[in-house]
């Protein structure tokens, strides 16, 4: 039987976890993900891979919840088996703190982390005094740069293939893969002229402060403490429309500032590496269907981008999605032959 030739573009981590979810679900496929970055050096390798989601406006409250839930749940079996250190998947836990009340106390993921409770006045007074609300939970941290490899690894081990190459457009592949699954984040600005891609500039500094164990972010999303396996994550910034990939050095100072504040202790903590990356801004994740067109060649597209600051979040949920969406192509090509 000739394989069915699947073509991914992207090798981030909404990439890989595509790639490995249709080439573990259908056998009968060959992968192969196309990048022109690859690990240690995509946006995915610099984020925290806090297990956070942010709300999309036009998404269904059930898919997001659903996206994170698959995301939660594939990571928290990875965080609890023997696989977890290589994997770099672990369980954190810390708090989210507002300035003022928010009108959501409890957010639409609050039931799917664990142990999610409100701080008690006395807790806030204690840990925050200047803050006036405050939210604890455990969730799971997932850093990329073990994880990416990892994904690497699972999927050669599934037949699936890597190859380094900027694709300039889809119509580029359409003779080389029967299948085309668009997973390249910012990229797809240009690849696909998608006007609604924009980034969302973030720098962070990369701190050594083993006594910290647990995290804390501002609900106003830019200033957090993340504790991980070898440093801590401390930023940052959220600058829409900003394309500099340089670092900032009044971002650095006005975000240590802030961290400073949320924990005094971080003045003693030791710089060792300083990072800015560029989240896949878009209103809405795309996770949709589409067609290709080359000289009267239609080969079907599935996409999977735009995740913004929850990639690392809701990777492996939309990569769910995006797998029931080439089942559906294949199942039309598949009634399309026999016509
Ligand atoms: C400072 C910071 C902190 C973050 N913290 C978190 C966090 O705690 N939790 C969380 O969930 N998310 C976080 N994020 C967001 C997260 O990093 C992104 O949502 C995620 O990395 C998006 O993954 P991706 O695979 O879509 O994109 P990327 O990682 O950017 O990968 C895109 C891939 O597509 C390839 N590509 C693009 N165009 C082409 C082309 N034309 N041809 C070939 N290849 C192409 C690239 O080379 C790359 O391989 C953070 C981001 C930043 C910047």
Redesign the pocket.
């Known amino acids: 039987m000739t394989r069915v030739r699947v073509g991914v ?8 976890s595509t790639a490995v979810c249709i080439a573990e679900a259908l056998p009968f496929c060959s992968v192969t993900v ?5 690990s240690p ?12 989601a942010n709300s999309f406006p036009d998404i269904p409250l059930e898919r997001q919840r659903r996206w994170f839930k698959d995301s939660l749940d594939h990571l928290l079996s990875i965080a609890q088996s023997e696989q977890a250190s290589e994997a770099g998947v672990l369980l954190t836990s810390g708090w989210q703190v507002f300035k003022e009340v928010p009108i959501e106390k409890k957010p639409f993921w609050s039931d799917l982390v664990i142990g999610f409770q409100l701080l008690t006045q006395d807790e806030l007074g204690q840990l925050f005094p200047d803050h006036k609300f405050g939210q604890a939970f455990t969730t799971v ?2 850093e ?1 740069v073990p994880y990416l490899p990892w994904l690497e690894k699972r999927l050669r081990k599934a037949g699936g293939n890597m190859e380094q ?4 457009s889809l119509q580029e592949l359409s003779h080389s893969y029967d299948v085309i699954v668009n ?6 600005k ?2 696909v002229g998608d006007d609604g891609m924009y980034p ?5 500094l990369k701190m050594e402060a083993p006594w910290l164990k647990n995290f804390i972010r501002d609900g106003d999303g830019k200033t ?1 403490i ?1 504790p991980g396996i070898h440093s801590a ?1 401390v ?3 959220r600058q829409e429309e900003d394309w500099r990939l340089e670092v900032d050095e009044g971002d650095r100072e006005d975000m240590l500032a802030r961290c400073i504040r949320l924990e005094p202790s971080l003045c003693k903590a030791k710089v060792l590496r300083e ?6 801004g878009r209103k809405n994740p795309r996770v949709e269907r589409d067609l290709v067109q080359l000289q009267g060649r239609q080969v079907p597209v599935v996409h ?12 492996w949920g939309t990569s769910m999605d995006a797998l029931g969406l080439v089942k559906q192509c294949l199942h039309d090509m598949h009634l399309q032959a026999k016509l």
């Open positions: 573009v992207g090798a981030g981590v909404v990439g890989l196309l990048a022109e970055k690859f050096d995509t946006t995915s390798d610099g984020a925290a891979g806090i297990l956070f941290k997932c990329c190459r900027k694709v300039r997973c390249s984040g910012l990229g797809s240009t690849l969302i500039r973030g720098q962070v957090y993340y994550t930023g940052g910034t990072w800015v990356g560029l989240r896949p999977n981008y735009g995740h913004g600051g929850s990639g690392v979040g809701i990777a």
